[in-house]
């Protein structure tokens, strides 16, 4: 047995230096120490030195994992991922990780559902982006599965409807076509189904009116033909219809795009 012969403060704040039979043995934290009650004059046998260190070591865990989920909501994974690059025990971890699902501090699926609702306003995606997502958060299939159903089908289509309009903007100097066929695909991308992100585009009048087709048309026209200005006036005239045709501009609009092109011009 050894005897507690001072219980000193530290430096830094809640932490104690504790001496056994005159002699410095190891540091608490605050908690530890009152958790377990030490005064000075207690006697310690090695079962209960030991089991104060164990006790230190998960403190200093749950301070890490504390400190971790103070700015926001995490999962059990990244909790854990989180301990082994602070160097924590597997041991430890397992016991910090258990205590925060007791107070409540660790929910993954209280995580998936928060996710998916913040998904449908900051940073927008479909449902199998969100998926994708949390199963790399480490999210069990199930609750992932459960998290999803919050995501209506019609708030999907809203959420989708904002994007497409944006992205609309974003690819007004192209044609038509091509302009819908990058809303769409964006949209899978972001993890809304390809039946979804057709019908939104089909719901939405993202088409360019006639004027802005023909006049981009006439600068896709023009481009071509510089880029291709060494050729022969009838290759060049070939390579400028096609490039029209590969960027989705119809026949009649692309006709009068040639008509705005002097081919014999050297």
Do not use: C, W
């Not at 690059?85 to 925060?100: F, R, S, T, Y």
């Not at 069990?140 to 599965?145: G, S, T, V, W």
């Not at 200005?229 to 490039?243: H, N, S, T």
């Amino acid at each position: 047995m050894k005897t507690i012969t001072k219980i000193a403060t530290q430096k830094r704040d809640g932490r104690y230096n504790i001496e056994l039979d005159g002699h410095f043995a190891f540091g608490l934290s605050e908690n530890v120490l009152a958790k377990f009650g030490l005064l000075k004059g207690r006697q310690l046998d090695d079962a209960m030195i030991e089991e104060l260190k164990q006790a230190e070591k998960v403190d200093q865990g749950l301070k890490i994992a504390l400190n971790y989920l103070s700015p926001a909501l995490r999962t059990v994974r990244q909790v854990k991922d989180r301990l082994k690059q602070k160097k924590v025990e597997e041991g430890v971890i397992d016991q910090v990780i258990n205590h925060l699902r007791q107070q409540g501090l660790l929910d993954d699926a209280v995580y998936a559902k928060h996710y998916v609702a913040t998904k449908q306003v900051f940073n927008p995606k479909g449902p199998r982006g969100i998926a994708q997502d949390l199963k790399q958060a480490g999210v069990q299939e199930e609750i992932i599965e459960t998290a999803i159903l919050g995501f209506a089908e019609n708030d999907q289509v809203l959420v989708a409807t904002k994007m497409a309009e944006k992205l609309a903007r974003t690819h007004s100097r192209d044609s038509t076509v091509i302009r819908q066929q990058k809303v769409a695909q964006a949209l899978v991308q972001k993890g809304f189904s390809y039946d979804l992100a057709s019908q939104v585009i089909n719901d939405l009048d993202i088409a360019n009116d006639e004027d802005d087709e023909q006049e981009n048309a006439n600068k896709q026209a023009e481009k071509l033909a510089r880029h291709h200005q060494r050729l022969a006036a009838k290759d060049r005239f070939y390579k400028v219809k096609q490039g029209l045709y590969a960027k989705g501009y119809r026949g009649e609009v692309i006709d009068q795009a040639l008509e705005t092109i002097d081919f014999d011009e050297e």
